[in-house]
């Protein structure tokens, strides 16, 4: 008998995984009703090694702490009836026993009516002894007394053994996460190793023929491998231990083998990529040859996220992860670590989530659960909420977010003042110092430079000039960098703000033709000129602007309505536009100077944009503001901005 399924049994049960997309719950309760309850597996550390476990079995004092009745001052054990007439008119004399008791010393003498002895902080309290009298209360008497001016309750300055932990007491119980505090309470127990849930181990393996590790040269065509690098932090980050097998080809066999290894030498495994029903994604076919039961969701109702792969194979979890990183990122936040905690025997991350309000309109499909990533800023009532998403397929987003919120599936948008849980991608958030929500600009991280240097967090979120300047009107950031040209006053910027802004110059971006150096039919010419010579070859593609970029009102003018081949290109950035010339997928566009020099491409200049910034006047005194425009204004600042090829205001 094998596991393998004859191929016509393979293909229908392919058909019906497609055929059935689960819901988010469905999806989640039974993956959970595969893999619990279970027993969690455990082994003992040295204490030194045990942070951030969790304890496997509740501790039980083996000792009291402290061990014996202590002394807590520096000064004389007592016999407190003794004491009991002393007053500043009638001083007690007593005599000294031959023994200083010091820390770690055992005392041997009993006191006896009428004696004392000395003894040190930490000191046990001898035998006859019940209360110990300041040294600063005491006057002495002669070599062999001291005199004592004040009466002594019994039990004072006495730490009693036991008092702070107390023999057979349960000192910590099982799930507790082990962090210096626990882990003093143990050593101050004498406990050297615990018994801690075994930490799982997280096989991750990545899947494609285009991924390359970094570090290596990147072919064309080819991209880095950024799953296995998050996946494994993140995992590590939940108490597994990932074990990175590296990027595998999209080869059934060859990756067969890689499964069945890893598999074999771990608890969980998670792949990436593959998982969709693109010509090369085979690693979902290989799981129901792995292990019983196989498949138990293929296709969530989760945007992104849709073609995530859940399976148990003999009781171990393996899922496949979707290609692009974010969603891969969202999938596994919201459907794995919540599993892997479980396994791990760490409890549910409730530290992990805020409340905060989304300040715009997010619009959602019907019938998917939607992931949104935000990024946090400080309101004036409460945590905002910004959507920082890129599409599932970009990366810097992350650096940006925060977390991410969950629309509803029966919802079609989250309207803009709604209150969202925002699940964090790590457990402490440090909100901005400055906030700079906008269009965005290189030379706008050298201007920032310093302030980070210094420690400041700086977060720029590019939303473009109009939604901006909205954030900047409705409070939410501190300045809105903004290049918005007024057709009716001929002038940037100024026309476009409202009470409560002001304007900040900025510094000014040459727009103008890309093209390769030594293409002759742009060599030399006006911008007027070269696009001329570009409509006129039909064989020459150029690359546009998205609409409502600054960029692409230049363009059409330049074009006058001509449509030539490449004009639905429409990328959305400056550098996508040099991307596209510079890999000949294009022969011209339009960018800024900068960009077009970054990229070694000739450069015809035709239009200088006002970059400038709408300053939020009631957060101007803010520190972060302040440095903010100090920088704007500091020879290094200005000296930056034009060696990249910007010219400062
Ligand atoms: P796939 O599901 O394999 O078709 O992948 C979907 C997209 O995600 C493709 O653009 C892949 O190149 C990309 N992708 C897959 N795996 C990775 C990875 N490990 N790192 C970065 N991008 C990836
Ligand atoms: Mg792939």
């Not at 991209?223 to 690098?229: E, L």
């Amino acid at each position: 008998m094998t596991n393998t399924p004859s191929p016509r049994d393979g293909d229908t049960n392919e058909q019906d995984q497609f055929l059935t997309i689960l819901s988010r719950e469905d999806a989640l309760a039974r993956f959970e009703a595969g893999l619990f309850p279970r027993a969690i597996a455990s082994e003992t550390r040295p204490l030194a090694e045990a942070l951030g476990c969790a304890l496997a079995k509740d501790v039980v004092a083996p000792i009291d702490v402290p061990p014996f009745d202590r002394s807590n001052v520096d000064g004389f054990a007592v016999r407190s009836a003794d004491l009991a007439s002393a007053g500043e008119a009638s001083p007690v004399r007593v005599m000294l026993n031959d023994e200083v008791v010091a820390c770690g010393t055992a005392p041997t003498r009993p006191v006896l009516s009428g004696t004392a002895t000395p003894i040190a902080t930490g000191g046990p309290v001898p035998r006859g002894a019940d209360a110990i009298v300041m040294v600063e209360r005491t006057q002495p008497a002669g070599p062999r007394a001291v005199e004592i001016r004040r009466a002594a309750s019994p039990g004072q300055f006495v730490s009693y053994a036991g008092s702070d932990i107390a023999r057979g007491e349960a000192l910590l119980r099982a799930g507790t996460v082990i962090g210096s505090r626990e882990i003093g309470m143990l050593a101050a127990c004498g406990i050297a190793q615990v018994t801690v849930a075994r930490r799982p181990r997280v096989a991750v393996i990545s899947t494609g023929d285009e991924l390359v590790q970094p570090g290596q040269p990147l072919p064309p065509a080819a991209i880095y491998d950024t799953n296995g690098a998050i996946v494994a932090a993140a995992v590590n980050e939940n108490g597994g231990e990932a074990v990175f097998l590296g990027a595998v080809a999209d080869d059934e066999e060859q990756l067969e083998a890689v499964m069945r290894k890893a598999l074999e030498a771990s608890d969980v495994l998670v792949l990436s990529g593959g998982t969709s029903k693109g010509a090369g994604d085979v690693s979902h076919r290989i799981i129901g040859r792995l292990g019983k039961p196989g498949i138990i969701a293929h296709g969530v109702a989760l945007k992104p996220g849709k073609p995530l792969c859940l399976a148990v194979c003999d009781g171990k979890p393996v899922i496949i992860l979707p290609g692009f990183p974010t969603s891969a990122m969202f999938t596994f936040h919201d459907m794995i670590v919540p599993v892997l905690r479980r396994m791990a025997g760490l409890p549910p991350r409730s530290d992990a989530k805020v409340n905060a309000r989304v300040p715009v309109r997010i619009a959602s499909e019907l019938g998917r659960t939607e992931f949104v990533m935000v990024s946090l800023v400080e309101g004036a009532d409460g945590l905002i909420a910004y959507p920082t998403g890129k599409g599932s397929g970009a990366i810097t987003s992350f650096a940006q977010a925060d977390g991410f919120l969950r629309i509803d599936a029966l919802a079609d948008q989250m309207p803009a003042g709604s209150e969202a849980e925002v699940t964090l991608f790590t457990p402490h958030v440090r909100v901005p110092d400055l906030v700079i929500v906008g269009s965005h600009c290189t030379g706008l991280d050298l201007v920032t430079a310093p302030l980070a240097h210094a420690g400041l967090v700086v977060r720029s979120i590019a939303v473009g000039s109009l939604g901006g300047l909205a954030s900047a009107k409705r409070g939410e950031c501190d300045f809105a960098p903004i290049h918005l040209f007024d057709e009716k006053t001929g002038t940037y910027n100024t026309p476009y703000l409202s009470d409560g802004l002001e304007l900040v110059s900025g510094w000014r971006r040459m727009q103008g033709i890309v093209f390769r150096k030594g293409d002759r039919r742009f060599e030399g010419l006006s911008a007027e000129e070269a696009v001329r010579a570009a409509l006129a070859d039909p064989a020459c593609i150029m690359v546009n602007r998205n609409q409502g970029a600054g960029t692409r009102i230049l363009i059409d003018r330049l074009l006058g309505g001509a449509r030539p081949d490449g004009y639905w290109n429409q990328p959305r950035s400056h550098n996508a536009v040099a991307a596209a010339v510079a890999q000949h997928r294009a022969d011209w566009g339009m960018t800024i100077a900068p960009v077009a020099h970054a990229s070694n491409l000739g450069f015809i200049p035709f239009a200088e944009e006002h970059y400038d910034f709408a300053l939020v006047k009631a957060r101007k005194q803010r520190p972060a503001v302040q440095a903010f425009l100090d920088a704007l204004a500091s020879e290094a600042g200005r000296a930056a901005l034009e060696q990249a090829g910007f010219r400062p205001a």
